[in-house]
């Protein structure tokens, strides 16, 4: 069928089941939102920054397991997109990237608004793409999405020039496409997988350590059948954060710079670590000479890439998580280990995660858990990055996975309002706490108007200490309270609120927390803010000292 | 140790940018690197040496392999193969020095392709190590210029790529 190359990526994302893009027009992108026009099954959100179409797309697939897609023009439209697409590649969320470029016959020639974006994004896409050929446009989007979404997810970016997008083309649907050099496995070695069923026979003292892999893989259920059926205690990365609910008796939290006593304890003494779909990062390990220095490490992961990276793997399996773990589910048989568990239950005991109140100073923590107890623990949480991001880590109990959504791996401030616009969408019934920090908050905060303009009702909870936190508490602890530069001012949120149109509340006593929540939680038509003031040098604990061993923490 | 990769790619602009770049990135260094196109049109051969320790390199030929242009990679330092690297070496040359260089040169069995009045040109063919040994011997004639393309491998037999 002959029509222009716009009509036919239109048509091209239909086929792949896009329902919504989050985007912002240009020059470079005229054919593109021409064509866009009169579609309707494509619903279009327009940002008012094109960072915040990024991570709306980000936020979008993480929430939905879906491809998220977004649109920027060419030169600044395009490198704006840049944080969002790295934030979505350290996490593995699937999105891909349109962009406008400059008409063929003018690339190169510093022409305007020209950005060598496909060069830029080498480094942060699982793959991409600028086209020449008009023709090889649906072979291209068909691609995009397979990559995006299959093996290990990433970002995926498609640069088009503006006259390649108006070009006639004689459009086919594109069936199947296969790729040559990518081939991801999902199956388990048997061999390996038998290995691993032996190492978990012969362990006295196992620990589950679930990353980001089991939420995108979907291995919930098989996580915690493993652990059940071999009554092994489960730890979390900061992305694993879901994949168990973490009332479970045999959850014992997060790893890692601020987790839990109990995790911590647990992975430093353990004589078996099963790690699925987790890269031990530097924030889970800490020192990684004395990480899990006792143990046999099984490590499940579909990147080959990622095994033997970081940590050293006495049985490595590549593949899927959920495919692998059913794989061990079927060859092991069911264990006890009441002693290790009882050990493991006395950290957790003695060592729960706690804070001081402090009459009607507002705590932090006691905020999250507030909108944890008044959520019913079913919202889900999209973080900003810093101490908010940690304290609603700790605080907030999830019970599904895709439930908490936050820039782990690039640690991304700004992330958290975009990209609860983007989780909203795909989630309209849900309730969506953005839990921010004054600092974070004004990162992105012109997306304040997106929210508005298309009634979404997020709430956005600041944790508002007039500090950037994270920073300031380093500062504390580790050079001598020389408060660089941490010291932020912030608008007025609720006069800020009212200007945006959104519902704004003030609180200053920790005996408002509640009624403030429960009155966010009945605004159903737009953002409502509520700006807690809370005690401004609270710090997050227990933390282990950057490249300190996990088992030495500061708890007070 | 020093390792020599052979890296087969799709032959498409940029896919030179990306291997280069995740060398950079991940902190490799390329100690030679030389490309060209295969008997297949739509496919490159690369051939990389780097030095490293074991564990970096298997990083480096994972990481290869996660780049959806890259289509093969095989690590010949092991494997009985075959290498050769080409040299042009321009030598100043008088008339007192010009017969000793041309005998060292078809010692190594190397050829003058051009000969100018101060200097000669001198192609050599062979492995690094016999081109480090010929560069070696006539640097105390004044060596002006010398291009290298950088090591190619095949294995030997029938085992192909």
Redesign the interface.
Known sequence: MRMIAAKAIVECLKREGVEVIFGYPGGAVLPLYDALYDEKDIKHILVRHEQGAAHAADGYARATGKVGVCIATSGPGATNLVTGITTAYMDSSPIVAITGQVRRDILGKDSFQEADI??IT??IT??NY?VKDPDMLPYIVKEAFY?AKTGRPGPVLIDLPVDVQSTEIDYQPIEKIS????RPVYEGNMKQVLKAVEAIKNAEKPVILVGGGCIISGASEEVVALAEKCQIPVVHSLMGKGTIPEEHPLSLGLLGMHGTVAANLAVSECDLLIAVGARFSDRSTGKVSTFARMAHVIHIDI???EI??NVRAHIPIVGDAKRVLRQILENVEPKKHPLWLERVQEWKERHPLRYKEEGEIIKPQKVVETIWRLTNGEAIIVTEVGQNQMWAAQFYKTKYPRQFITSGGLGTMGFGLPASIGVQIGRPDAIVFDIAGDGSIQMNIQELATAVQQRLPIKIAILNNGFLGMVRQWQELFWQRRYSNVQITAPDFVKLADAYGCVGIRVEKSSEIENAIKKSLEVKDRPCIIDFRIAPEEKVLPMVPAGGSIDNMLVD | MRHTLSVLV?NK??VL??VA??FK?RGFNIESLAVSITQDPSTSRMTIVVDGEE?MI??IE??L??L?????VIDYTFSPTLERELALVKVEATPQTRREILDLTHIFRATVVDVAENSLIIEITGDVEKIDAFISLVTPYGIKEIVRTGKIVMARGLQSL
């Open positions: 496909s060069g080498m480094p699982k793959h600028l990559i790729i040559r050099s990518y990147d080959p890439a033997g990276k | 799709e602009p940029g940018a990306r770049g995740l990135r564990q298997e990083q994972k990481q392999n996660k959806i242009d890259v289509i093969k």
